[in-house]
């Protein structure tokens, strides 16, 4: 999950980096006040969870708090990436003398943290030369001296040294603490008087720890239905955790929204993958994606076919899977049959295909045979299905 | 032959008691051979058994019992928990560890692997539904009950690894249906990090005689097929990528925790261009498999 650059930079401060004197707005008076109590000019930064902000006209510099004020309004009103901000960041412009980059994010090849820092800062780091890397153990915590080791690595001695070093070793440690997979100072600036901090930074947490960084996150004020993807859930995505929350047996759920006409009742995580591929990849439009698996009660399988049943523009629902051996056949069958006939529908007219063989199939093929409902065993492919489904 | 477990293969069950535990523990003694589970953990139930397995507070009483080493652990307890489960087992001297449990942190799953690569240890998962060598035994959930199993699975020279549980059961039957058995197969976990990736089983593969060519399931998220080509692998290799959808949605997250593109290099699009650049054959349908895998090895059509 990530956070906005004004949840970052608490990160930050608490974990006892130094940042530059800011405040958080969401209406044009309360930046004016940010401003007065930083003093002198500021910068005003939208508060979206997007890239290209600068670009959209998304960040603007004022030079008095009237300023502040005019132009957090225009910042406030503006969409960048179909994205309304939540507010904006009103942050002081301090004169630099020397931009570093310090960041932490996991090596998946290595299977642990890396540590990464440059003395070229403010730009991104793909495109930096000099750039020094350093391998952590997960098995203790991120000490001071690995991050000394890795700033004297690009040539970086003196006091910027003695200084930098806490700052690098406490950003590895709240990376470490907080389940962080990216935990990144960009810039991290000395300023005219000498002081080192944080000019902005960038946190990204796994949605696997959200359970066990409830603290850090109830200081933040995110609440747990902010599921902080790349785009927030839909009405018809919140929908559908609601069915998969009504028992915690197995999954129905996952589901993401389309604009397409034949709704899909998928699984398992691989299956659905293969099987939303292969519809379009024969000219279908799907309605949504979605997952079942680890063997869903009949209740929480007809839940999700009602829900992609009754997605407006849906004609008919695919119910497909890869092989099971877990998730039984004959419930999710009668998951789907109970859904069509709670609705009023013929389930042999609204059950495009029902293609899910394994664990119990000679039971759940004599109940879809019951009903009409056209169904097919492991003979018939994934690609072959999804065929079927899209014609 | 087989990679990482044979019949003689002794293995406990942490959190045995749990209900897709219990599942799993009668699969695996109903399969092939029968597999020899020697012990189940659960704290608080020692005493008791599940399907005649006998059942231990710690992993130590287990070993103690058992009269000597066991090979290996098939760990079903919730996330919480695992990464402590993972450490005794690794320190009572357990060598291969199944991970089955999902919605683990990076963090932890990284310090089991850390530990167990200090000790000698090999870790499968997590999330995922373990390893199978066709008639000869499975260890985890992998093709359901033994007569589901034994549908899907059978005896030859194609070795499996793949992202998902549930595809290696849909590529296996396949191949199966085909007359190309299996070798190993061995379902890796759809995780950001897991223990063993394809480049870390490829050499094991390699050195088994049973094996003429890999088949892999993989996903858009991650560099472990980056890694695989980077590795060069020595067997013909035929692989599978689903998710293609996903080039278009990045930041998006579907089917498994590490499936997500972060970046343009773990894209579908990158992945494929990769592979096929390392000599590794891309089947656009899992019905392609099989035919892929017998040019590739000079078998008749």
């Known amino acids: 999950m990530r956070f906005y650059e004004y949840e970052s930079r608490q990160i930050v401060q608490r974990s006892g980096i130094p940042v530059s004197p800011h405040g958080f707005a969401t209406t044009p008076l309360e930046a004016r006040r940010a401003a007065e109590e930083i003093g002198g000019p500021t910068v005003i930064k939208s508060q979206v969870l997007t890239g290209g902000r600068m670009k959209a006209g998304g960040v603007q510099f004022a030079d008095t708090p009237a ?7 225009q910042v406030l009103a503006l969409e960048i990436g179909g994205h309304m901000p939540r507010g904006v960041l009103v942050d002081s412009r301090a004169a630099v003398k020397q931009e570093y980059y310090a960041g932490v994010t996991w090596d998946g090849t290595r299977k642990q943290p890396v540590m990464i820092f440059s003395d070229e800062g403010g730009i991104d780091i793909e495109d930096v030369a000099n750039v020094g890397r350093r391998h952590l153990s997960t098995l203790r915590d991120p000490s001071d001296f690995e991050a000394k080791e890795l700033i004297a690595s690009v040539g ?3 006091r910027a040294l003695t200084r930098l070093t806490p700052i690098v070793a406490r950003l590895a440690r709240l990376f ?8 990144e100072i960009n810039p991290l600036a000395e300023l005219e008087d000498g002081s080192f901090v944080a000019l902005d930074a960038h946190m990204d947490m796994e949605n696997e720890a959200r359970p066990r960084q409830k603290a850090l996150l109830d200081a933040l004020g995110v609440r747990d239905e902010e599921t902080r993807q790349a785009r927030e859930a839909t009405a018809f995505e919140l929908a559908g955790e609601a069915v998969d929350a009504t028992d915690h047996r197995g999954v129905a759920g996952n589901v993401t929204e389309f604009d397409g006409d034949l709704g899909l009742v998928i699984g398992a995580g691989g299956g659905s993958l293969t099987l939303f591929d292969a519809v379009r990849a024969h000219g279908g439009k799907p309605a949504n994606y979605c997952e079942i698996g680890g ?21 008919k629902i695919a119910v497909m899977m890869s092989i099971v051996s877990n998730t039984r056949v004959d419930i999710v069958a009668r998951g789907v049959i109970k859904a069509c006939l709670e609705l009023g529908h013929d389930p042999a007219e609204k059950i495009a295909i029902f293609r899910i063989p394994g664990a119990w199939e000679e039971e759940g093929f004599k109940i879809l045979e019951r009903y009409g409902v056209p169904y097919a065993d492991r003979s018939v492919s994934l690609d072959e299905a999804a065929r079927r489904a899209a014609a | 032959m087989s990679i990482l477990i044979d019949a003689d293969t002794t293995f406990i069950v942490q959190g045995i008691t749990g209900r897709e535990a219990v599942n799993l523990t009668r699969e695996c003694l109903d399969y092939g051979a029968g597999a020899k589970v020697v012990g189940g953990v659960t704290p608080g139930r020692l005493g008791r058994d599940v399907h005649g397995v006998p059942v231990f507070d710690t992993v130590a009483q287990a070993v103690s019992h058992h009269g000597g080493p066991i090979d290996g652990s098939v760990v079903t307890v919730p996330p919480a928990f695992t990464k402590d489960a ?3 087992s690794i320190t009572n001297g357990i060598r291969l560890v199944v991970i089955v449990t999902e919605r683990i942190p990076r963090r932890d799953v990284a310090q089991m692997v850390e530990l167990a690569s200090a000790h ?18 499975k260890m985890g959930g992998i093709g359901g009950p033994a007569r589901d199993a034994a549908k899907a699975y059978t005896p030859g020279p194609v070795g499996v690894i793949s992202r998902s549980g549930g595809m290696t059961t849909e590529m296996s039957s396949t191949l199966s249906a085909a007359g190309l058995g299996q070798s190993t197969a061995v379902s890796i976990g759809g995780d950001a990090i897991i223990g063993s990736t394809y480049a870390e089983l490829m050499p094991l593969f390699e050195a088994d005689e049973q094996t003429k060519a890999i088949v892999i399931y993989t ?10 080509a980077a590795y060069g692998p020595a067997l013909p290799v035929v692989a599978f990528m689903a998710g293609r959808f ?4 990045p930041g998006m997250s579907f089917g498994h925790a590490g499936t997500i593109v972060e970046g343009k290099e773990d894209t579908a699009t990158e992945k494929i261009a990769r592979l096929q650049a390392a000599g590794i054959a891309i089947a656009e349908r899992i019905e392609d498999i099989p035919d892929l895998v017998r040019q590739a090895i000079g078998a008749p059509a």
Not at chain 1, 176 to 183: G, K, N, S, Y
Not at chain 2, 246 to 249: A, K, L, P
């Open chain 1, 176 to 183: 470490a603490e907080h389940d962080m997979t990216l935990a």
């Open chain 2, 120 to 137: 000698g240890a090999r870790i499968i998962g997590p999330n995922c539904l373990g390893i199978i060598v066709p008639d000869v035994i």
């Open chain 1, 156 to 158: 970086v001695t003196g």
């Open chain 1, 295 to 315: 063997n869903p009660s009949v209740a929480k399988t007809c839940g999700l076919a009602k829900l992609v049943l009754q997605k407006p523009g849906v004609e």
């Open chain 2, 219 to 228: 996903e858009p998220g991650g560099r472990m097929e980056a890694q695989l």
């Open chain 2, 86 to 88: 993972v450490f005794e």
């Open chain 2, 246 to 249: 996903m080039d278009e949605m």
């Open chain 1, 67 to 73: 300023d502040a004020e005019r132009l957090a309004a």
